[in-house]
């Protein structure tokens, strides 16, 4: 079972930055990847931003590409979501959560994520 707790989340202005964090705890071993996806009122979940647990390999959707940036730091259990730039469309309720399942070669395919946070609330307005 894995815990995955976020923070991080606040009010910003359009241009400013926020850094999400989600800290993991319980037993990971079998954890492929870790991915942010967000939620907007009224919209599905999307993915975000993964990346990969074996290798560090990234992936991001192509609205937050070149503005945030996944990383992890592996002593701290803690994995990040740099997000710079940020743009009244970023609002939303951003989830940490942990692939279990390669089912698709899709690497924010959500059905494979199985363990996911509580959501921090980001809120771009001026």
């Known amino acids: 079972q894995v815990q995955l707790v976020e923070s991080g989340g606040g009010l910003v202005q359009p241009g400013g930055s926020l850094r999400l964090s989600c800290v993991v705890s319980g037993s990971a071993y079998n954890v492929f990847a870790m991915g942010w996806f967000r939620q907007a009122p009224g919209k599905e979940r999307e993915g975000v931003s993964s990346?990969?647990?074996?290798?560090?390999?990234?992936y991001y959707d192509d609205s937050v590409k070149g503005r945030f940036t996944i990383s992890r730091d592996i002593d701290k259990n803690t994995v990040y979501l740099q997000m710079d730039n940020l743009k009244p469309e970023d609002t939303a309720v951003y989830y940490c959560?942990?692939?279990?399942?390669?089912?698709?070669?899709?690497?924010?395919?959500?059905?494979?994520?199985?363990?996911w946070g509580q959501g921090t609330q980001v809120t771009v307005s001026s």
């Open positions: 990346i990969n647990t074996n290798d560090g390999s990234t």
């Open positions: 959560a942990a692939r279990m399942l390669v089912t698709s070669s899709y690497e924010l395919f959500q059905n494979d994520y199985r363990s």
